[in-house]
């Protein structure tokens, strides 16, 4: 087995979908982290960019709540123009989950 392979790709990832805005993946891990999948089809690269920022604000505030945990977590937008205000619900909707 490759080492930069070993158990990163081998733990089970949880999901959750939220509104059908987006889609969760995350998984307890040694250390945190956080991925995104937005393609050019969700808009401009302003869009996505600013999804991008928006997340990385809350994603920062919710392991802030949950310090003792790393939370790997990907991101995967299923709606277009996603609203701060529709994110910050997704992002509460996600920490509940967690506690």
């Known amino acids: 087995?490759?080492?930069g392979?070993?158990?990163k790709s081998l733990r089970p990832k949880r999901s959750l979908r939220c509104d059908g805005l987006l889609v969760f993946k995350y998984v307890y891990s040694n250390s945190s982290y956080l991925h995104f999948l937005v393609g050019r089809p969700y808009g401009n690269a302003i869009m996505r960019n600013?999804?991008?920022r928006r997340s990385r604000n809350l994603y920062l505030n919710?392991?802030?709540?949950?310090?003792?945990l790393f939370l790997g977590l990907s991101?995967?937008?299923i709606k277009?123009?996603?609203?701060?205000?529709e994110l910050k619900g997704c992002f509460a909707l996600?920490?509940?989950?967690m506690i």
């Open 50 to 52: 600013l999804l991008k």
């Open 80 to 85: 277009k123009n996603i609203s701060f205000k």
């Open 75 to 77: 991101i995967y937008p």
């Open 94 to 97: 996600l920490e509940k989950k």
């Open 5 to 7: 392979l070993h158990n």
């Open 62 to 68: 919710l392991l802030k709540k949950l310090h003792p």
């Open 1 to 3: 087995m490759p080492t």
